[in-house]
């Protein structure tokens, strides 16, 4: 199959206006005919629920969680990006766009990485209406800070609580829509297959968290609003229950997996501490506004961070990246964090971390001014370490946090299968190689409230013209019962290990071979190592309890099923590109001075995956390059 | 570190329900209550019996999803935490850790340690929203806020609606989670035009759920993650009045 990417026609600028002039249009009438459903309730998730039963559609949302509220959206801490100028530093649509593009390497499609320029100031309206209480001056104008990778303030904050406040923003607009009987939750349901009917989705098979019934329910179209995948690493920044079944379960059943080994490890979380640990707590980006990062100069040093005086440290991201500094973007920052702790500078008590130092920031600007700025960010970090960061150093490390790969999707972010459709993080789409910081908050929403509302109307116009699916079809019959099947298996097994165990076993492979830096033999041999990992869980894993309640080993063992297949198709992407791009290293492609070596002239494409029984076969959608020349990406 | 667990196990909303103690060793100081709970529930599978159902995900402090009572307190033994943010070292070794649900009769118990908070959901239902549709926002600025008024705001806002202050309230009242999302919106200008509405609708649908009255104890903020202030009900109580006359 060809992929289109329906990339409209006309000049940069006038394309999303291109498009809606001539995407079809469904009137009022017909509109509450069909039906959608909505996998996930973060921001892209509600977003798209609320907007499309504002539209006038009839809705049904789903999440895994008890209350929409919980969606991980809510965790993000720094804020959100927005090309408004309002600080008159030269920002513009143009320089957001190229800032993004060039932050993910160039390997993301212009049209829709300026779409997402484009739609990030009316998305900032958006939410002021809705009452998200964003920081102020004192005269009432909205104030914004920087994030790494770009030399202008566009990004919006609400304290550290900047996801926070948006979900809680979308999940009203959603609860007023449930209220206006428009669309209808189903909370503490997990989506555990598609249903594909004449090669279109149609519906979707779910597990009652609380009595373990299957259900079906049918759509005319499916929308995928499920977050990324990094709890493949088991530790990392995502919530416990983040998971990628909804969307392997998808590609299982047609829809491409677009570059599934783009994903960021994030400078500066908290460092692991033990082995039983089972997230990594993030400390938001924004810190490295005033933070300065460094390691002491000696190696194996111990003395405390204080008693190190200041030519003996070592600050190397402004040693190496004068022009950015502390803010280079998070591959470059996680990558030298790496290559320090490897050195032997780490500190902490597992030589793990490095130094985010507020000493300096604490002088220059007042404690005072610091508190306002990151109070809860540093309260939080000594809720957890028990360490007052006022008086010393944050101890921070690289941890896994989000997923650019996802669902391959086109302009109108449809998937391969006609009908399925995939927003927010679960697909891939407007980052390229490499996420900038305070773009995640951004494609969510605008994919959830401003694309999708304008794009599945070109989709379902068609669809009012066919039957309405009913849940009696034999596809659903059939997905439910290869559900079932599976659960059953699982259940059946009765080994000798917990699913935690092949968990940790996996995230250790991963973690190794397929993160910050990945070279051809360990992924060979991490593949090798998945291959036997997957048939010792099937052999080998054992959950207790039934599948006729609610079970929280049943539900994380079905997870892990899926990541472990999931993990291969990662190391399998990361073997296929010989080339370093983004947050995809590849040692043997690197300057003396290790930074990253890109091969336009051979991987200058999107890589999209098949599913063909276990095996995946790879699919080119080439980048066009047609208003941008891709240039080496310097920070220094 | 060694410690006992006592622990609330209920199979369902129509068993009766009973404590159960366990024993447990190997733990760390440095992790997190929840990853002994985890490593309990290992030990658990590894001898064939069901794992103790208790609620988490971000584990972060932010999601508002996990909450036990612990030793008799809400999130454990500090003020102001989640129990994804209590740690080990909290306790020492040899204790012995009672660990419980929210008890109320608005959040029914699932099971084991898993309530339903879908009251809240329905109290947001009745009106914590600014009635405007998408693709309605006057230029974002165009709304000058002053900053004590977007901080004053922000301040009730962070409500994560875990249901703490409800668990510990020896009524049982909702009244803190009520007041603030109330008091969030209806001190910023978008607010206004539905204030009265909003107040009157989502107080009336916390008494149809069944939570208690306040009687200012004041026990909801010691317990509050966000640490979210009792006078955000006096300030409700004066919204409300205010409702009543005018609305």
Sequence with gaps: MKLDSKIPEGKLEEKWRNYQIKSQLINPANKKKLNVIVVGSGLSGAGAAATLAELGYDVQCFCYQDSARRAHSVAAQGGINAAKNYQHDGDS?????????????????????????????????????????????????????????????????????????????????????????KVTMFPRSEMLDLVVINGKAKGIIVRDLVTGELKRYAADAVVLATGGYSRV????????????????????????????????????????????????????????????????????????????????????????????????????????????????????????????????????????????????????????????????????????????????????????????????????????????????????????????????????????????????????????????????????INGTKTVDHFHRELGKVMWQECAMSRNKKGLEKAIEDIQILRDDFWNDVRVTGSGDELNTELEKALRLADFIELAILMCTDALERDESCGAHFREEFQTEDGEAVRKDEDYSYVSAWEYDNGNFKLHKEELEFEFVKPSVRSYK | MQVTFKIWRQEGPNDKGTIRDYLVDGLSEDMSFLEALDHLNELLVLKNEKVIAYEYDCREGICGQCGVFINGRAHGPHDNITTCQLHMRSFNDGDTIVVEPWRTASFPVIKDLIVDRSAFDRIIEQGAYITAKTGTAPEANAILIPKEVSDNAMDAAACIGCGACVATCKNSSAALFTAAKINHLNRLPQGKAEEHKRVKEMTYQMEIEGFGSCTFTGACEVECPEGISITNIAELNARLTKANFLG
């Excluded at chain 1, 007052?388 to 921070?396: H, L, N, S, T, W």
């Design chain 1, 93 to 181: 649509v143009w320089r957001m766009f190229y800032d993004t593009l060039k932050g993910g390497d160039f390997r993301s499609r212009e049209a829709n990485t300026y779409r997402l320029a484009e739609l990030s100031a009316p998305l900032i309206d958006h939410y002021v209406q809705q009452g998200v209480p964003f920081a102020r001056e004192y005269g009432g104008v909205l104030v914004n800070r920087s994030f790494g990778g770009v030399q202008v303030q566009r990004t919006f904050y609400a304290r550290g609580q900047t996801g926070q406040q948006l979900l809680l923003a979308a999940y009203s607009q959603l609860y007023k829509m449930i209220h206006a009987k």
């Design chain 1, 233 to 492: 690493f088991r530790l990392s920044t995502l919530a416990i229950g983040c998971n990628g079944s909804a969307i392997w379960k998808a590609h299982k059943k047609g829809a491409y997996f677009a570059a599934p080994s783009f994903t960021q490890i994030h400078p500066t979380a908290l460092p692991q501490s033990s082995e039983a640990q089972s997230k990594l707590t993030l400390m938001s980006e924004s810190l490295r506004n005033d933070g300065r990062i460094w390691v002491p100069k000696k190696q194996e040093d111990t003395r405390k961070a204080n008693d190190i005086p200041e030519e003996e440290r070592d600050y190397y991201l402004e040693r190496r990246y004068p022009s950015f500094g502390n803010l280079a973007p998070r591959d470059i920052a996680s990558r030298a964090a790496k290559e320090r702790i490897d050195a032997g500078h780490g500190v902490g008590r597992l030589k793990n971390a490095v130094y985010l130092d507020f000493k300096d920031a604490i002088a220059k600007f007042g404690l005072e001014t610091i508190k306002d700025r990151y109070g809860n960010l540093f309260t939080m970090y000594k809720k957890i370490t028990g360490i007052d960061a006022y008086k010393e150093p944050m101890q921070i490390s690289p941890a896994a946090h989000f997923s650019m790969g996802g669902l391959w999707v086109d302009y109108e972010l449809m998937t391969t299968i006609p009908g399925l459709y995939a927003v927010g993080e679960c697909n891939f789409s407007d980052h390229g190689a490499n996420r900038l910081g305070a773009n995640s908050l951004l494609q969510a929403s605008i994919d959830g409230y401003f694309v999708l509302p304008n794009t599945i109307n070109n989709y379902l116009a068609s669809a009012l013209k066919e039957e309405h699916p009913t849940t009696d079809h034999p596809e659903f019959e059939k997905a439910e019962k290869e559900v079932k099947t599976s659960i059953d298996a699982i259940l059946k």
